[in-house]
């Protein structure tokens, strides 16, 4: 099992960027695909960004390809979420998931999820 914790949200102004961290415990974490996600009041949960178990693939929604990173440092059990040019359609809170494969996380199929972290852009 894998336990994640985010933290990095803020209140930003649009154009601003943020970096957001998702630190997991466990001794297995390089062995997890990773992603993150964000829910909008009154929307449903959306995929963001995901990143394979070694880094060396990642993948991105429309809505923030060219804008966000996603990265991982599997010394720290940590995944990050570089967010860069922000708008206020942004706002949302921010999860971090693990899984055991891609699909599984861009799917949204895991039991395996952070308790959030609030971003908050401004105009």
């Known amino acids: 099992q894998v336990q994640l914790v985010e933290s990095g949200g803020g209140l930003v102004r649009a154009g601003g960027s943020l970096r957001l961290s998702c630190a997991a415990s466990?001794?297995?974490?390089?062995?997890?695909?990773m992603g993150w996600f964000r829910q909008a009041p009154g929307k449903e949960r959306e995929f963001g960004a995901a990143i394979s178990w070694s880094g060396g693939s990642t993948y991105y929604a429309d809505s923030v390809k060219g804008r966000f990173t996603i990265s991982r440092d599997n010394a720290k059990n940590t995944v990050y979420l570089q967010m860069n040019s922000l708008q206020p359609e942004d706002t949302a809170v921010y999860y971090c998931a693990a899984g055991n494969t891609i699909v599984v996380v861009t799917s949204q199929d895991t039991d395996y999820w952070g308790q959030g972290t609030q971003v908050t852009v401004s105009s």
């Open positions: 466990g001794r297995t974490f390089s062995s997890y695909a």
